[in-house]
């Protein structure tokens, strides 16, 4: 079975197979401001020759998916024949959502993805939670308080991180067991360093018991994928 991993950001989406490389899209979609009004999702803001007569359109807001309808068409497109051709009897997914998601918003995720698209299996978790799987995959040996700054898709973000990195790690000494040395942790790669850790979590031999199956939640419901993922 094939594993798709989805970052799914308020700004853009970090998405590719487990067996291949990521690709960064905009998760939202653009409107034309004239009267045509046409309408262009995800990367096909690349067609544009002049892109200043646009507005776009987030499903997110304050960092909670909240347009649905959006975040539907976006995945379409995702998913869809121009993208990922995904193959959805045959496909899991591990998709990211924030801490302390409200359970409306998680619910409908679950309905969606099991119902609307019929993915096999599904893990929901934390952006968060897959920096440190990356991190502490590729330094196993490491024993330490981690702040992962992914910072934003932005520029001039260098500066701003490395003071923020500098706070933070004076905050967290203040807060960690005396035992533990701390580490702030500013990737080379902020934006992708989640994917990547969903990627590296698609291959772990736990990885099965971690899954919500599509059996499972038809026939146990949501509570199901409670008990599962502890967001």
């Not at 992914?150 to 520029?155: L, M, V, Y």
């Amino acid at each position: 079975m094939a594993t798709l991993v989805l970052d799914n950001g308020a700004y853009t989406a970090k998405i590719g197979y487990s067996q291949e490389k990521v690709s960064v899209i905009p998760n939202c979609q653009f409107r034309s401001k004239t009267s045509r009004m046409k309408t262009f999702t995800a990367n096909q803001l690349d067609e544009i020759k002049d892109p200043s007569g646009l507005y776009y359109i987030l499903p997110f807001q304050k960092g909670y998916l909240v347009n649905w309808d959006v975040q539907r068409k976006v995945w379409d497109h995702l998913f869809g024949k121009e993208m990922f051709k995904v193959d959805f009897a045959d496909t899991s997914i591990i998709i990211t959502e924030p801490y302390f998601n409200f359970t409306t918003i998680q619910e409908s995720m679950n309905e969606i993805l099991f119902e609307e698209y019929q993915f096999q299996s599904v893990l929901r978790i934390n952006a968060g939670s897959l920096s440190a799987h990356h991190f502490f995959h590729t330094n196993p040996k490491q024993l330490c308080c981690l702040v992962v700054d992914t910072g934003f898709s932005f520029t001039h973000i260098v500066p701003y991180c490395r003071s923020r990195k500098m706070k933070e790690g004076i905050q967290l000494r203040s807060l960690a067991p005396a035992h533990l040395p701390v580490s702030v942790l500013m990737p080379e790669n902020p934006i992708t360093y989640p994917w990547e850790g969903g990627k590296l979590l698609a291959h772990n031999p736990d990885y099965d018991e971690m899954v919500v199956t599509r059996d499972d939640f038809e026939e146990n419901g949501h509570c199901v994928c409670e008990d599962k993922f502890d967001i």
